[in-house]
C-alpha cells in the first residue's frame, strides 16, 4: 500500500530560515547587553521597576527564542494557542506574587 499524498507534521518554515534565525540571534543578542547595562546602572536601586523591567525583557527574550529557534512561530494557531494562554497565566501569577511581595515589604517599615 503506498501513499501518494505527502503529510505535513507541521507547517511550511519560510525558505528564509537561516537569515531569520540570524536577525533573532542579533536581536537577543542586543536584549541581553541592553539586560546586562540595566542590572549594572539599576545595581543599588531596589524597586519595583527594576523587577518589572527584567520581567518584561526576559518575556521578550522568550518570544524570540519560542518564536524562531523553537519554530512555534510557524505551527498552527490552536496549539500556539494550547501553549501560549497558560503561559500567560503563569506570567500574571508571577506578577502578582511580585506586587504581593512588594506590599508586604511596604507593610514591614511601616510597622
Known amino acids: 500500500m503506498q501513499h501518494t499524498e ?16 540570524w536577525k533573532t540571534f542579533w536581536i537577543l543578542f542586543a536584549l541581553t547587553i541592553v539586560d546586562i547595562a540595566l542590572y549594572f546602572m ?7 521597576l527594576k523587577n518589572w523591567v527584567f520581567i518584561i525583557l526576559g518575556v521578550v527574550k522568550a518570544y524570540y527564542i ?10 498552527r494557531k490552536v496549539l500556539m494557542y494550547t501553549i501560549i494562554l497558560p503561559m500567560l497565566f503563569v506570567v500574571f501569577l508571577v506578577a502578582l506574587m511580585i ?10 517599615w511601616v510597622k
Open 6 to 21: 505527502e503529510h505535513l507534521e507541521h507547517t511550511e518554515t519560510p525558505h528564509d530560515m537561516k537569515s531569520q534565525i
Open 42 to 48: 539599576l545595581l543599588s536601586n531596589h524597586s519595583i
Open 99 to 108: 506586587i504581593e511581595g512588594n506590599f508586604t515589604n511596604m507593610l514591614r
Open 66 to 75: 519560542v518564536g524562531v529557534f523553537m519554530h512555534m512561530k510557524f505551527e
